[in-house]
């Protein structure tokens, strides 16, 4: 195998986070601070966060839009960030790579984490059309991701399904599987 990075080989996305651990406001800018400086096409910064911490009003209105799978373990997280990305540019044109740059900054976002010590698991399971609703989101706003963060958890707290997974050896595709031929 090839020599990666340390901060890549120990990345994880645990289902298990400790559920009183809290983030401090210095955790959240930093990781807020590493995805603003994300690359994007002609720096167009599209992405978009909103910061939801255990208890307050935006943790709860993201937490009920997830999928029930994933609401039995995301409320365990110290925070749910919502990511979204505008569709169009000061102008009015589309923003064809908004998703794209957005999966960039959740990226940095991910890699801080990482050397916070804190874990990220990324959330495609959720209601768009009910976040858009429940948080008043303007129409040129997509929601395309959410974000749990914390500290690890305990994974013998998890269901047994999910236990399962998080106990279980890390498993990647091989490398010649990835390739365009």
Same mark, same amino acid.
């Given at each position: 195998?090839?020599?990666?990075?340390?901060?890549?080989?120990?990345?994880?996305?645990?289902?298990?986070?400790?559920?009183?651990?809290?983030?401090?406001?210095?955790?959240?800018?930093?990781?807020?601070?590493?995805?603003?400086?994300?690359?994007?096409?002609?720096?167009?910064?599209?992405?978009?966060?909103?910061?939801?911490?255990?208890? %307050?009003?935006?943790?709860?209105?993201?937490?009920?839009?997830?999928?029930?799978?994933?609401?039995?373990?995301?409320?365990?997280?110290?925070?749910?960030?919502?990511?979204?990305?505008?569709?169009?540019?000061?102008?009015?044109?589309?923003?064809?790579?908004?998703?794209?740059?957005?999966?960039?900054?959740?990226?940095?976002?991910?890699?801080?984490?990482?050397?916070?010590?804190?874990?990220?698991?990324?959330?495609?399971?959720?209601?768009?059309?009910?976040?858009?609703?429940?948080?008043?989101?303007?129409?040129?706003?997509?929601?395309?991701?959410?974000?749990?963060?914390?500290?690890?958890?305990?994974?013998?707290?998890?269901?047994? %399904?999910?236990?399962?997974?998080?106990?279980?050896?890390?498993?990647?595709?091989?490398?010649?599987?990835?390739?365009?031929?």
């Amino acid at each position: 195998m090839a020599q990666l990075s340390p901060l890549l080989a120990t990345r994880w996305s645990p289902h298990a986070f400790d559920p009183v651990a809290d983030l401090t406001d210095a955790e959240v800018a930093s990781l807020l601070e590493a995805a603003r400086w994300a690359p994007s096409a002609d720096n167009t910064q599209p992405w978009r966060f909103l910061v939801g911490r255990r208890d %307050d009003e935006a943790y709860k209105r993201i937490l009920v839009n997830l999928t029930p799978g994933n609401q039995r373990w995301a409320g365990r997280a110290s925070a749910l960030l919502l990511g979204a990305h505008a569709t169009t540019g000061p102008t009015g044109c589309p923003l064809t790579h908004a998703a794209y740059d957005l999966g960039q900054a959740v990226a940095h976002l991910t890699v801080q984490a990482t050397t916070l010590r804190l874990y990220v698991r990324q959330i495609s399971g959720f209601d768009a059309a009910g976040l858009r609703t429940d948080l008043e989101l303007a129409p040129a706003v997509r929601p395309h991701v959410v974000v749990a963060v914390g500290r690890l958890g305990d994974p013998y707290s998890l269901p047994e %399904d999910l236990r399962a997974r998080e106990v279980g050896l890390r498993q990647r595709r091989p490398l010649t599987e990835l390739m365009l031929r």
